[in-house]
C-alpha cells in the first residue's frame, strides 16, 4: 500500500503507528478519563495488578487512578493539559520509567489522559544510563564541595603578619568588626593587606561557616557589572546566560561579600547598590521578582573616598551606608618595624612554593629593604624578594644585591639608603634615584642573554610599575596612561601576585 496522498489520512497513520508501536514496546498502557477514573489498561498492563494489590481487572478498571496506582500524576496532566514525557515513578509495584500524555478533544478541551510504562526495572534495563548519571552527581557533588571550600576564607587574623603598633591597631579594629554584622570599609593603599582582613574578618565573624565572595569591582566591565552583581534571571537573556546566572550578592547570602575597589562603582550602578543595602533585598536583570538577601559588605578602596563624593563621582548616601565601620590600614612605610617580619614570612613563603632554600638577608640588606619606600606595599615586597629569589645564585644576599635587583626591576629606590654594616657595599649611597631608563639597563646584560619572553614581560612590568607610580596608584588612570582597559590591567597584576 502507498502512502495516501492527503495530510489528514497521513496523520491518522503516522498516530496508529505511533500507538501500535508504544502499546508493543512498552511494558503497559492505561488511559483514564477527565475525572482521572481509569477506563482501560492493555494486556501488557495487567501483569503488574498482582503487585499493585488486585487480582482482577474489573476491580481496577473504573476506580480512581491515584486510589489504585500509588504516587500516580496522571491528574496533574488533566489539571495542566501538559505532558509529562518522561518520569520516574515508584511504588509498592516496582520503580518505573512512564509517560503520560493528555488526550485532547476535536476543540482541544483535555478529555483525558494515556500512560505508558516505558521500562519497567530502570536498575537493569537503564543501567548504563543511571551509572553515568551517577557518575555526572558525584563530578557534581565534588565540584560543589570545592568550590564551597574555595569559597572559604583563605586566611584568619594569625595570616596578617606585624607587631608595630599600627598593625595591632587594624587587628584590633578588624576583630571588633568580625563581632558585628555591620559594613565594614577597608581604606588603604594598593597591597596593604585589605582582602587579607576582609576574609580575616569573615573567618572570625559568626558567618564563617558560610561562603565569602569577593568581586573586584575595577576589573568588571560598567556594563557587565549589574548582572555580576544581582544576577540574570532565565530567558532575560540568548546565549550562555539564556538559562539565567546567579549574582553576587545571592552566591554569598548568609555569608559576606566582599567588594574590592569599590570606589571604581560607575554612578550608573551605585544607586542599585545602595538600594541592595538599605532594603536587603536584589532583583535579578529581567526579573520583577525581588529576593531577599541576607548579606555582610565589606568594601575596600585604595582610593580617597570623601574626595569622590565632594567631586560627585561618589554618592553621598552609599558613601555613609558603607562607611559603618571604618578601618584604615596603614602603608608599609608607616610601620617599618614589620618589614623584617614580613621579610621572614615571605621569604619562607616563596622558598616552600619554589621548593627553594629560603633567602638569608644580611642585616645590612634587611636595613635596605626596609627604608624603601614601598609604595605597591607588601605585595611590592614580595615581587622584590622573588625577584631577588630569581636572580641571585646564593640564598645569601647582601645590600647591593638587593639593590641592584631593585634597581633592574624598575624600583623607585630610596636615595639615601644606608646600606652598609660599616663595610663598603659597593654602591653609590649618593646616587640619584635609579629611573626607568637606569633600569632597562640594569637588566641583565652582556654575559647572560635574557630570553625573549622574560625581556617582554620584564619591559611589561617595568611600564605598568611606572605608570602606576606616576598615577600614585591609581590603576585607573594608569590603564589609560598605558592604552590598555583596566581590566587588562587588573589580570596581570592578579598574575603577579601570590
Ligand atoms: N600584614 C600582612 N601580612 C602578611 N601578608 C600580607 C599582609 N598584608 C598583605 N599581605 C600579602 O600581600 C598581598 C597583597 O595583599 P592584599 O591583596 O590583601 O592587599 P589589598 O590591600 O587588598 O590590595 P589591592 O587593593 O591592590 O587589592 C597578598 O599576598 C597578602 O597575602
Redesign the pocket.
Known sequence: MDLPSDARSILELAARSMFELFANASQGMMLVDRQARVVWINDQYRRFLPALGFERESDFVGQPVSAVVPNTQMHRVLETGQPILVDVLSNRAGTFVVSRIPLRDADGVVIGALGIVLFDHPETTLQPLIAKFARLQQDLDEARRELARQRRSK?TFA????RSPA?LEVKRQARRAAQTSSPVL?L???????????HAIHAASARSGRAFVGV?IAAVPETLLEAEFFGVAPGAYTGADRKGRDGKFKLADGGTLFL??VGDTPLSVQAKLLRVLQEGEIEPLGSNRVVPIDVRVIA?T?RDLAQLVAQGRFREDLYYRLNVLPIR?PPLRERRA?IPL?VD??CEDIALRSGTEPLELTPAALAFLTQQPWRG???EL?NALEQIALRCDDPRVDAPQVASVLAAAGAPLQERASLADGHDTGYDMAAPAVSQTDAKSAAPQDDVFEPLPQRIARVEREAIEAALQRCGGNRVAAARLLGISRATLYAK?SAW??
Do not use: C, I, Q, W
Open positions: 586566611y595570616s596578617f603578619v606585624g598593625a577597608l588603604g593603599e594598593t597591597g596593604t593587606g585589605k582582602e587579607l582582613l576582609a573586584n574590592d575597589e575596600a585604595s590600614v614589620d614580613l614570612m615571605l606595599n607588601v605585595r614580595r597584576l601576585r601570590d
